[in-house]
């Protein structure tokens, strides 16, 4: 095992999915997965391995943030060799033709993370998806009949934050905020690992549109086919 990861050798996919939620994980591998098997419960950050369409896919719940991400990408890309990382997160869209229950690819993010200037030596680095798995990832959705939305998300260091200015952020494309995706694709790229965001949009942070818990279900179930699909691609 890794330091927080319990799962022996091999009890882990080349492929994860990742949601920020541990439950969502519980919730992925119980409704998605063939005979998923648990095989962390360290911090109750559950992780499973199971089968979707005959092929081995691991979900893993990473928690909230780029520190606490960053601690469970680094074990399994270097501790059960995973190749293939495939965040599936909620977000909170700054755009008004961005819509509450939309999926999002993130092609990039930007961010107020402070860890990649920490590690550039005060360089900006710019965190992006595989192309091919965004590209399996679009091809999902589309054959789905899904408007997918395409671009640069903001991965912030805090949910509450009285000083972001999201007009800027606006007007500069950022299509939505979330706390991981800049970590995970900086993390893959070290690697030299795949990684792609995809991302249900919860909230409306400029409307205050939220989703209710059953809409929130339904859409989570097109992020997460949306993944699979492209997992198996
Ligand atoms: O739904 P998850 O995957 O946790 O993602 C989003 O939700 C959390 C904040 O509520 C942050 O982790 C943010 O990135
Ligand atoms: O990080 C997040 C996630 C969902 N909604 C937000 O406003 N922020």
Redesign the pocket.
Known sequence: MSVHIGAKENEIAETVL????PL?AKYIAETFLENPKLYNEVRNMFGYTGTYKGKQISVQG????VP??SIYIHELMQSYNVQNLI?????GAIQKDVKVRDVILAMSASTDSQINRLTFGGVDYAPTADFELLKKAYDAGVAKGLQLKVGNVF??DS?YNENSDLEKWARYQILA?????AALYTLAAKYNRKAISV??V?DHILTGEETSAEERQTTFNEMIEVALDAAIQ
């Not at 990742?18 to 939620?21: A, E, H, K, R």
């Not at 990473?62 to 943030?65: E, R």
């Open positions: 990742l949601p920020g939620d969502r990473t928690g909230m943030g606490s991400i965040r599936v997160g909620t977000c991965t912030a949910f905020i979330e706390m991981e995706t991302l249900t919860s």
